[in-house]
């Protein structure tokens, strides 16, 4: 087979931190490259690998033989394939956390798939030809990665990209890497970060990655998306929220063309982001020009038209550091906002539609929903967690059902949060004196209205995660609950992290609510 190596381009990457390794082929005193890595010599870790896809991918060679990993002149001379042994991973983890029970527990046997594999960053069949496919074995192309993972929606992500990209017949840079450190915990619930080797001075190198992504960017459009795999078997979601995992606004419900179970911890629970969003997080990535991602038609950024003062940057508003700094202002203290807007998880406040994208068929409509009056701030927790689901429902409600209804979506009083003192503040976006603009919600309503039948129903939804059971029975309920009698609405309406829901008859809503036009509703649209 054509021989192939790898070298440092002698550059740097990761704002410095990191070198960057050539993989490739030596032709005729030419190196002809087929991927970089960006790699960390000091914790022995890959921060990402990037290499093109083309429409010719798809059609790779099949059983190919796989050769031995190599790590000749890296890793300071150490036999990193032992390393990866269910052997060295088991004692490793006995150390880490002081426990051989607990080991035995994270580290199983190679047949139950729970234990560390050699994740491939550029995967082997990424490549058409076989001496291309032996060039992506060297260890600084892997990363320790569960097998559960590595086999489950990881191989459904590499495998789904190479088809999208030889259906679109399109061309695509792509960054594979990794973040974080996976952890955890010890006899006494305390959690630990997992490597598979420490150095003399007890460093730890090659550390478990939190997470994999990787980065699909079509330079031509200036188009891209990343797709982030959790690469922790033995969390839940609930801890993966507290723990950081969450690093973004899932946008993963706009990709139609992976099939996979993303959702399911144990294959690895997968989300999408915006690239800007997790550039801007992760940190390490070089800078791209991305303008979004076209599923089929475009999301384009929002409009603030003549809607809003000129000198007003309605989308600047939205951002976390700003909400922090806005809410520190109205609050009095830097550390009351920080707990309400976390830099990495769900925590913080979207532009949340209320006429939604999808409630249109065509491209130009959904375009339309994209007004900043069309939006207001709306826990992201919450967006993407029960209100979603019920904008979901009645959707699938109205085609099943085969009816027409008018949807009036909106907003009702303004939410309040204690400050350094302990008083009540109202939460604006703009907080002037004298007017205090784009307030935050305290509660989501959608009403969905038949004329037909002159029936009716009302969702509403507590656009507060940190509200607890005695808030919402005491300011929340603002008309008689009937949400029991809903069954066709998929929600979790009683998680008070994913906004607190429920129904009520449309004559009891409006005795509080009376903004809304008025309706002639003679019963119960259920």
């Given at each position: 087979y054509p021989y192939h190596t790898a070298r440092k381009s002698g550059r740097t990457c990761a704002n410095g931190e990191a070198i960057e390794i050539e993989v490739g082929f030596l032709v005729r005193g030419r190196f002809l490259e087929l991927f970089r890595i960006c790699h960390d010599e000091f914790s022995e870790r890959t921060h990402y690998v990037v290499h093109s896809m083309h429409p010719g991918n798809d059609g790779y060679q099949r059983s190919f033989p796989r050769p031995s990993w190599l790590s000749s002149g890296f890793f300071n001379g150490k036999n990193v394939d032992r390393l990866y042994t269910n052997v060295n991973q088991k004692a490793m983890v006995a150390q880490i956390l002081g426990s051989d029970e607990l080991a035995e527990k994270f580290i199983q046997p190679v047949d139950t798939e729970i234990y560390l594999a050699r994740g491939h960053l550029a995967a082997k069949v990424d490549f058409i030809y076989g001496a291309q496919q032996r060039a992506t074995f060297w260890l600084m192309n892997v990363a320790p990665q569960w097998q559960k993972f590595n086999g489950g929606n990881w191989e459904r992500v590499e495998?789904?990209?190479?088809?999208?990209?030889s259906a679109r017949n399109t061309q695509l840079e792509i960054y594979t890497g990794t973040y974080g450190i996976m952890t955890l915990p010890d006899m006494n619930g305390e959690n630990h970060e997992i490597f598979?080797?420490?150095?003399?001075?007890?460093?730890?190198?090659?550390?478990?990655?939190?997470?994999?992504?990787?980065?699909?960017y079509e330079r031509s459009t200036r188009r891209g998306i990343v797709i982030v795999g959790v690469n922790n078997i033995h969390i839940t979601v609930d801890e993966m929220i507290d723990q950081n995992y969450i690093l973004c606004e899932d946008v993963a419900d706009k990709i139609d063309w992976i099939n996979w179970d993303r959702f399911n911890v144990n294959v690895g629970y997968s989300y999408a982001c915006d690239y800007s969003e997790f550039a801007s997080i992760v940190g390490h990535l070089p800078h791209l020009e991305v303008d979004g991602f076209q599923r089929g038609f475009p999301r384009p950024p929002f409009i603030q038209y003549d809607h809003f003062p000129t000198d007003l940057n309605v989308n600047l508003m939205y951002t976390r550091n700003r909400q922090r700094q806005t809410i520190a202002g109205i609050l009095g203290d830097q550390g009351l906002a920080d707990d309400l807007i976390h830099p990495t998880n769900d925590y913080f406040m979207a532009r949340g539609h209320l006429a939604a994208?999808?409630?249109?068929?065509?491209?130009?409509?959904?375009?339309?929903?994209?007004?900043?009056?069309?939006?207001?701030?709306?826990w992201q927790t919450f967006n993407g967690g029960n209100w979603e689901r019920i904008e979901d429902g009645?959707?699938?409600?109205?085609?099943?059902?085969?009816?027409?209804?008018?949807?009036?979506?909106?907003?009702?009083?303004?939410?309040?949060?204690?400050?350094?003192?302990?008083?009540?503040?109202?939460?604006?976006?703009?907080?002037?004196?004298?007017?205090?603009?784009?307030?935050?919600?305290?509660?989501?309503?959608?009403?969905?209205?038949?004329?037909?039948?002159?029936?009716?129903?009302?969702?509403?939804?507590?656009?507060?995660?940190?509200?607890?059971?005695?808030?919402?029975?005491?300011?929340?309920?603002?008309?008689?609950?009937?949400?029991?009698q809903v069954n066709w609405i998929n929600w979790d309406r009683d998680r008070l992290s994913l906004g607190f829901s429920y129904a009520c008859h449309w004559n009891d809503f409006i005795r509080v609510v009376d903004h809304l036009p008025n309706l002639r509703v003679t019963q119960l649209l259920i």
């Amino acid at each position: 087979y054509p021989y192939h190596t790898a070298r440092k381009s002698g550059r740097t990457c990761a704002n410095g931190e990191a070198i960057e390794i050539e993989v490739g082929f030596l032709v005729r005193g030419r190196f002809l490259e087929l991927f970089r890595i960006c790699h960390d010599e000091f914790s022995e870790r890959t921060h990402y690998v990037v290499h093109s896809m083309h429409p010719g991918n798809d059609g790779y060679q099949r059983s190919f033989p796989r050769p031995s990993w190599l790590s000749s002149g890296f890793f300071n001379g150490k036999n990193v394939d032992r390393l990866y042994t269910n052997v060295n991973q088991k004692a490793m983890v006995a150390q880490i956390l002081g426990s051989d029970e607990l080991a035995e527990k994270f580290i199983q046997p190679v047949d139950t798939e729970i234990y560390l594999a050699r994740g491939h960053l550029a995967a082997k069949v990424d490549f058409i030809y076989g001496a291309q496919q032996r060039a992506t074995f060297w260890l600084m192309n892997v990363a320790p990665q569960w097998q559960k993972f590595n086999g489950g929606n990881w191989e459904r992500v590499e495998s789904s990209v190479r088809r999208m990209v030889s259906a679109r017949n399109t061309q695509l840079e792509i960054y594979t890497g990794t973040y974080g450190i996976m952890t955890l915990p010890d006899m006494n619930g305390e959690n630990h970060e997992i490597f598979l080797h420490f150095d003399e001075n007890n460093n730890g190198q090659i550390p478990v990655p939190k997470l994999y992504y990787r980065v699909l960017y079509e330079r031509s459009t200036r188009r891209g998306i990343v797709i982030v795999g959790v690469n922790n078997i033995h969390i839940t979601v609930d801890e993966m929220i507290d723990q950081n995992y969450i690093l973004c606004e899932d946008v993963a419900d706009k990709i139609d063309w992976i099939n996979w179970d993303r959702f399911n911890v144990n294959v690895g629970y997968s989300y999408a982001c915006d690239y800007s969003e997790f550039a801007s997080i992760v940190g390490h990535l070089p800078h791209l020009e991305v303008d979004g991602f076209q599923r089929g038609f475009p999301r384009p950024p929002f409009i603030q038209y003549d809607h809003f003062p000129t000198d007003l940057n309605v989308n600047l508003m939205y951002t976390r550091n700003r909400q922090r700094q806005t809410i520190a202002g109205i609050l009095g203290d830097q550390g009351l906002a920080d707990d309400l807007i976390h830099p990495t998880n769900d925590y913080f406040m979207a532009r949340g539609h209320l006429a939604a994208r999808a409630d249109f068929i065509f491209g130009n409509h959904q375009r339309a929903s994209f007004y900043f009056i069309n939006a207001a701030p709306q826990w992201q927790t919450f967006n993407g967690g029960n209100w979603e689901r019920i904008e979901d429902g009645v959707r699938n409600f109205v085609a099943d059902r085969n009816i027409e209804v008018e949807v009036f979506t909106g907003t009702w009083d303004i939410l309040h949060k204690r400050d350094i003192n302990g008083n009540f503040q109202p939460l604006f976006l703009v907080p002037d004196n004298n007017n205090p603009r784009i307030p935050v919600p305290k509660f989501y309503y959608k009403v969905v209205y038949e004329p037909r039948t002159t029936s009716a129903i009302v969702f509403i939804g507590v656009n507060n995660p940190y509200a607890t059971w005695q808030e919402i029975n005491n300011e929340y309920i603002i008309c008689n609950d009937i949400g029991n009698q809903v069954n066709w609405i998929n929600w979790d309406r009683d998680r008070l992290s994913l906004g607190f829901s429920y129904a009520c008859h449309w004559n009891d809503f409006i005795r509080v609510v009376d903004h809304l036009p008025n309706l002639r509703v003679t019963q119960l649209l259920i």
